[in-house]
């Protein structure tokens, strides 16, 4: 039997069912969908309980209107093309939290009344997903990072030619305290963390390797401008046999003091600095994700030393056996943000 959906409007079908309250037009729905998987009117039938005649109705409708919900004079009346057009716009610009919002908002300013399983529909088709807004740094410079992103491409291309490494480095500073996170619950149910008061941290200074993943890090009191010359040292006994070593780090006080500048000069290590502001273009940042994941997310640690061992065994084991995912996850795949 001839396909009478296209995969996108299949998608949105099944989308709709999900959400319809409406028994009738859930049954339309399914009625359609059953029919381009080649079942015959009589099988669709038997399986929802609707007399043959009823089925047959419900599918000429749809192949003729591309319509499942009844054409009584009382339905809901549908937003037109320059409705959505303006409607899109609008929640392009002001973020809402609750479809019941937006439907206020269509009453306004369209003067119809349309119901939330509509609007959802009508979301999901407009490119809309319901999801957490991105935190992006306050007055962040498009062009600085655009132009970092050209110089980024050069690097890589000239210390492929000369063979050596270009690592991404960074401080973090993961505390004790636990990080609540999404997880799948049971419905009905609460998982409940017991939650420390103990707010200790660990300074770390790291960096990362993006070709061969290879992690270089240590802990410090303070993290300073002593501190940060200690750990330069170490990365240049982490690569014995690299004439130069560019370092990619943002321009922290203590990466840019007196003290790292006097070092650098006769140092294998070449600094390339962020533009400020722009942690999005430190690879290194997306391995603390993956990091709290690991051993922070949904956590509680009754004692500093199991939570900072648990941290040392996410960098010393854990890293090399999901190095697959870090390879996938931990990229170069910068893109420009803006305020």
Not at 5 to 23: A, M, N, Q, Y
Not at 256 to 280: D, G, M, W
């Amino acid at each position: 039997m001839k396909k009478i959906l296209t995969s996108i409007e299949r998608s949105e079908l099944l989308i709709r069912h999900k959400t319809e309250r409406d028994k009738r037009v859930a049954d339309r729905i399914k009625a359609v969908i059953l029919h381009d998987d080649g079942w015959t009117s009589t099988q669709i039938s038997e399986a929802l309980l609707i007399d043959d005649a009823t089925i047959r109705f419900h599918i000429k409708t749809y192949l003729k209107e591309q319509r499942v919900a009844p054409a009584h004079k009382g339905s809901s009346p549908l937003l037109t093309s320059r409705e959505s057009e303006t409607l899109a716009q609008h929640l392009e610009s002001n973020r809402y939290t609750k479809i019941k919002e937006i439907q206020a908002y269509v009453r306004e300013t369209y003067l119809k009344e349309l119901a939330i399983s509509t609007l959802y529909y009508w979301l999901k088709k407009n490119g809309f997903s319901y999801k957490k807004p991105k935190l992006v740094p306050h007055n962040a410079d498009p062009k600085a990072q655009e132009a970092f992103i050209v110089h980024y491409a050069n690097l890589l291309n000239e210390a492929a030619i000369e063979g050596d490494p270009v690592l991404f480095g960074d401080s973090v500073h993961p505390t004790q305290q636990t990080r609540i996170a999404y997880g799948w619950i049971k419905k009905g149910k609460d998982s409940v963390i017991e939650v420390t008061s103990a707010r200790k941290r660990i300074n770390l200074m790291a960096t990362l390797n993006l070709e061969t993943m290879q992690f270089t890090y240590n802990d410090y009191e303070t993290i300073n401008g002593t501190a940060a010359v200690e750990f330069l040292k170490i990365i240049e006994a982490a690569y014995p046999h690299a004439k130069k070593i560019h370092l990619i780090w943002d321009q922290a006080g203590y990466h840019t003091c007196k003290e790292v500048a006097e070092y650098l000069i006769t140092s294998r290590v070449k600094v390339h600095f962020l533009p400020p502001r722009s942690p999005n273009l430190n690879s290194i940042e997306r391995l603390w994700k993956v990091m709290h994941e690991h051993v922070s997310n949904n956590r509680a640690y009754k004692k500093f030393k199991d939570f900072k061992e648990a941290l040392f065994n996410f960098f010393d084991l854990t890293m090399q056996n999901i190095k697959d995912e870090l390879i996938s996850r931990v990229t170069d795949n910068f893109r420009v943000v803006e305020c």
